[in-house]
């Protein structure tokens, strides 16, 4: 899972610069280590690490509102929009009176971990994204029937669960230093103190 960090430049301390296909990545030490964790499901915490709920995709869809973005990312290319389906991340907060914190932290299955400011949340309204849009590539290669809309995203896709912000929306200072809030295989939030 590492790749996760190298590829979407997510950075962190201390770091140590790796070369890849010609690029140079920043990654964190305790990136390396993956954490024992239930990729499927999405756990919330309190602040000192004590899990109040996990949720799994399902779960989500009948006690959240479905909430869809359409937005680039900061890896496709100029005009290319994928439409997302999920969930905000203040709805989850706000479900367990968590929404009234200074920043929470996002962390990853290879334990990655952002520090999302609740400003930053309540000016973007970033999403814990569980499915894509089937395209017509998806539809040939199988992954959508010809019927489908969406489709859970898959681990190749930063899935199953994924935070997308309106990129379109995001300060020109966010793209690309603050690309390491776009948390690819989320596995927790936590508030911060």
């Known amino acids: 899972m590492l790749k996760n960090k190298l590829l979407g430049l997510h950075l962190a301390a201390p770091t140590v610069a790796i070369a890849v296909t010609g690029a140079v990545a920043t990654v964190s030490f305790a990136q390396v280590t993956s ?21 799994g995709i399902d779960m989500m869809k009948e006690q959240f509102p479905v909430r ?50 609740n400003a930053d949340i309540d000016s973007y309204a970033p ?26 995203l898959d ?9 997308v912000w309106p990129y379109d929306d995001l300060p020109a200072s966010y793209i690309p230093a603050r690309n390491n809030l776009w948390v690819w295989w989320v596995v927790a939030v936590r508030p911060v103190k």
């Open 127 to 152: 999403m814990i994204a569980y499915e894509k849009e089937c395209t017509d590539a998806d539809r040939q290669t199988g992954k959508c029937d010809a019927d489908d809309t969406y489709r859970p």
């Open 35 to 55: 954490l024992v964790s239930d990729p499927e499901r999405l756990i919330i915490e309190t602040d000192s690490g004590t899990q109040l709920v996990s949720y």
């Open 68 to 117: 869809e973005r359409a937005t680039r990312t900061p890896w496709t290319k100029t005009g290319e929009i994928v439409r997302f389906r999920g969930v905000f991340l203040k709805d989850l907060l706000a479900k367990h009176d968590l929404d009234e914190r200074a920043a929470v932290e996002v962390r990853a299955d290879d334990g990655f971990m952002a520090r999302v400011p």
């Open 155 to 163: 681990i190749d896709e930063s899935g199953p669960f994924f935070v």
